[in-house]
């Protein structure tokens, strides 16, 4: 049972370069999030989908956007890379919400040069 | 906006000893969920304590909640190398009423 997966794990880019960061998970869950954690701040909420084709802005949601065309899949995308956007990404999936716990995947490191 | 806050920081113990973390939160709360990060990898929920529980055990963990404090602490008894790791609270909270984790204890367990 893989959980949730995240691909690539590891990605250089160049500042203004555009890509996107990809979730999936295989537990049919209807609640699925996108964080970004950087070292001293803990994870932030970027976006979220509380179900298929659904989205919508977490805390930090400026300079991401977000899909969640298939219920098992959550897309993340950098339109025009950012220094500011270097971090480590994780994605995770829950039941619901409240006392729901999430399940995460491995993270994406993400450098933007 | 920071619902959680970890105590200390960083703690570094001897195998065999017990880790003691602590959480506090600024606002009223309907549960608590604590969450281990091992180097390199993801979140994995350890334990929820809801609102109206005090204390709540689970192997070697055992979780403490005061809601008049805004606080819950985070006991290891035991401890090995493999709880190497850093723990987070977590609690609802801000504007989109989602989860809000601390910045985190770094937890050393010295073999």
């Known amino acids: 049972n893989a959980g949730v997966t995240q691909t690539p794990k590891f990605r250089v880019l160049k500042t203004g370069q555009s890509m996107t960061l990809l979730c999936a998970q295989d537990?049919?869950?209807?609640?699925m999030y996108w964080y970004r954690q950087d070292p001293g701040m803990g994870l932030r909420l970027i976006h979220y989908?509380?179900?298929?084709?659904t989205t919508a802005k977490g805390e930090v949601p400026d300079g991401y956007n977000v899909s969640r065309l298939k219920k098992q899949n959550f897309l993340l995308g950098l339109e025009s890379a950012a220094p500011s956007q270097t971090s480590v990404y994780f994605c995770?999936?829950?039941w619901g919400t409240g006392i729901q716990p999430q399940h995460f995947g491995d993270g994406t490191r993400l450098s933007i040069l | 906006s920071q619902q959680g806050e970890e105590d200390p920081q960083a703690l570094s113990i001897q195998e065999g000893e017990n880790a003691t973390m602590n959480c506090s939160y600024k606002?009223?709360?309907?549960?608590l969920q604590w969450y281990r990060q091992n180097s390199g990898r993801g979140l994995v929920h350890l334990i929820l304590?809801?609102?109206?529980?005090r204390e709540k055990h689970s192997g070697r963990l055992r979780v403490t909640l005061d809601t008049s404090k805004k606080s819950s602490s985070l006991l290891i008894t035991a401890s090995r190398a493999a709880d190497t790791a850093s723990y987070f609270c977590?609690?609802?909270?801000?504007?989109?009423?989602?989860?809000?984790f601390g910045t985190g204890t770094l937890l050393a367990v010295q073999p």
């Open positions: 606002t009223s709360i309907n549960n």
């Open positions: 304590i809801r609102s109206n529980e």
């Open positions: 977590a609690t609802l909270g801000g504007a989109t009423n989602k989860l809000i």
């Open positions: 989908s509380v179900g298929e084709g």
């Open positions: 995770a999936s829950s």
């Open positions: 537990m049919n869950h209807e609640y």
